[in-house]
Nanobody, 119 residues
Framework: QVQLVESGGGLVQAGDSLRLSCVATGRTFSIYRMGWFRQAPGKEREFAARINWSDELTYYAESAKGRFTISRDSAKNTVYLQMNSLKPEDTAVYYC????????????WGQGTQVTVSS
């Protein structure tokens, strides 16, 4: 079992920055990859960014490229999502998730943190 807790969301203005954090506890040694997803009101959840736990290889959705940066601190079992130049369309609940193998799906999810960007 892996438990994930997100934090760092809030209400900001367009153009501002936020850094989200996701702390993992439990069987963290078995994590293969961590991802950030978001779900806007009335929309399906969508992928934002991911990072491999061991080699830190990253991958971004087109909407995140150039503005979002995912990173991790293995000593703290924490994954971050630095979000710059925020836009109103970035408003969503942001979730982190853990993938436990290279061929698996995201098995564990956090409770989410709300990000609201005003224009």
């Amino acid at each position: 079992q892996v438990q994930l807790v997100e934090s760092g969301g809030g209400l900001v203005q367009a153009g501002d920055s936020l850094r989200l954090s996701c702390v993992a506890t439990g069987r963290t040694f078995s994590i293969y990859r961590m991802g950030w997803f978001r779900q806007a009101p009335g929309k399906e959840r969508e992928f934002a960014a991911r990072i491999n736990w061991s080699d830190e290889l990253t991958y971004y959705a087109e909407s995140a490229k150039g503005r979002f940066t995912i990173s991790r601190d293995s000593a703290k079992n924490t994954v971050y999502l630095q979000m710059n130049s925020l836009k109103p369309e970035d408003t969503a609940v942001y979730y982190c998730a853990a993938q436990m193998s290279s061929t698996g799906t995201y098995t564990y999810w956090g409770q989410g943190t709300q990000v609201t960007v005003s224009s």
